[in-house]
């Protein structure tokens, strides 16, 4: 989601930069640099339940170092959105798909963005939710460019492929697995690409 959201931000012609600081290899000082050398008044962050005490000490620091915007995502803002927003560092979430939500937050703030939580004072303010992306061919193919996709592999049993990426053909499942985040976070109606855009993204990559 990290991919395709910051392609449909450079699609409507938004600067974009994505930064993960493991593919880089960066240390937390790097990426604060990085970030003040930006000058970043809007900082978007992708978290999970693992990674979410980590994402959320990050997330306090930049608030620190630079005052900027704190909206997060993910599956553990979606799953567990009151946690989430009551960090006292975090400004808004997003609960559902991030790709059009963010692209709205980026045009026109947080007011009234649909699946959009954020604090307006001392009060959190809950917009309504949004409907998924239907048509997913509609969405540009992720924006891998900006990503340090060169120190990808394929993981314990693919280690000697690299650079390994991988390609979203579907979202959602009818099915309720309880060991798989996918029907809580996409839904249970399966979205699909037509195979023409599946094949047009692979001969890309």
């Not at 960090?87 to 045009?107: N, R």
């Not at 009234?112 to 303010?125: A, R």
């Not at 949004?130 to 997913?136: F, S, T």
Request: proline share 7%.
């Amino acid at each position: 989601d990290v991919q395709y959201t910051a392609a449909v931000l450079r699609s409507r012609g938004i600067p974009v930069q994505v930064i993960d600081c493991l593919g880089l290899d960066w240390e937390l000082s790097e990426l604060i640099l990085c970030l003040q050398d930006q000058k970043s008044e809007l900082v978007a962050i992708r978290t999970s339940t693992p990674t979410f005490d980590w994402d959320m000490r990050v997330a306090q620091i930049i608030k620190i170092a630079l005052n900027s915007k704190i909206v997060v995502f993910g599956p553990h803002g979606t799953l567990f959105p009151q946690q989430t927003i009551d960090q006292p560092f975090v400004d808004a979430i997003v609960v559902g798909e991030p790709e059009m939500a963010l692209l709205d937050i980026a045009e026109r703030g947080f007011s009234g963005c649909e699946g959009v939580w954020y604090k307006e004072g001392d009060d959190i303010v809950q917009n309504g939710s949004r409907k998924p992306i239907d048509d997913l061919d509609k969405l540009p193919f992720p924006a891998w460019d900006l990503m340090p996709y060169k120190a990808y592999d394929g993981g314990t049993l693919m280690r000697n492929l690299k650079p390994f990426v991988t390609a979203l053909t579907s979202r959602g499942c009818p099915h309720g697995c309880s060991y798989c985040p996918y029907p809580v976070i996409q839904g249970r109606n399966l979205r699909v690409r037509s195979p023409e855009n599946v094949v047009d993204e692979l001969e890309l990559l």
